[in-house]
Each structure stands twice: as structure tokens, then as C-alpha cells.
Nanobody, 117 residues
Framework: QVQLVESGGGLVQAGGSLRLSCAASGSIFSFSAMAWYRQAPGRQRESVADQTRAGSTNYADSVKGRFTISRDNAKNTVYLQMNSLKPEDTAVYYC???????????WGQGTQVTVSS
């Protein structure tokens, strides 16, 4: 299995920005999709954004227009650019991959994002 390592989380004020990175230990080119999920205390893990190998993207309604998922195949890295952050975006953010080397799926260890009001 490919290992996924997230970074870029931290504490930011409402209205600020953060960029999360998810570095894979191997090539991400073969992954059918990569995604970001988040889990807030006391809540279920939810999908935030995903991108297929073909490049199509999907976003949760709560982050549309504020978050952008992208991938750099050469660096084996997926990013989540988060702008106009809100306190309700506070959660642990997880990277997810699906494909032959991550079947049924792989998860990173998570990175904490805290947005203060």
C-alpha cells in the first residue's frame, strides 16, 4: 500500500487561508481518485473534495467556492487550498486515495485545522 502523509494544518483566524498537502510514498498517477475528508469532534467523517485521475472535481456544498483540490503527479502530491476559512471548518483533515495500489482505499494520519473566530 502507498503511504499518505498530510501537512499544512494549523491555527488560523476566520477569513484566513491554509494549504494542505498530501504526499504519497509512490506514484499517484494510477489512483482513480484522490480526496480530502474531514472529521470534527463528535461528528462523522465527511467528504470535502475529490478529484479523479481525469481531473474532474467534486466539492461539498459547504466548501464550494472556497476550497480547491489539485494534484501534482510529478511530486506525487495532492493539495487542498482553503480560503475564507470559517470556524465550522475546524476539523482533522484526512487525505484519501483509491486505486490498484490503494485498494480499497488508503488514508493519511490526518492534520488538524483550527479556525478561530
Amino acid at each position: 500500500q502507498v503511504q499518505l502523509v498530510e501537512s499544512g494544518g494549523g491555527l488560523v483566524q476566520a477569513g484566513g487561508s491554509l494549504r494542505l498537502s498530501c504526499a504519497a510514498s509512490g506514484s499517484i498517477f494510477s489512483f482513480s481518485a484522490m480526496a480530502w475528508y474531514r472529521q470534527a469532534p463528535g461528528r462523522q467523517r465527511e467528504s470535502v473534495a475529490d478529484q479523479t485521475r481525469a481531473g474532474s472535481t467534486n466539492y461539498a456544498d459547504s466548501v464550494k467556492g472556497r476550497f480547491t483540490i489539485s494534484r501534482d503527479n510529478a511530486k506525487n502530491t495532492v493539495y487542498l487550498q482553503m480560503n475564507s476559512l470559517k470556524p465550522e471548518d475546524t476539523a482533522v483533515y484526512y487525505c484519501n486515495a483509491r486505486g490498484p495500489k490503494c485498494f480499497p482505499q488508503c488514508w493519511g494520519q490526518g492534520t488538524q485545522v483550527t479556525v478561530s473566530s
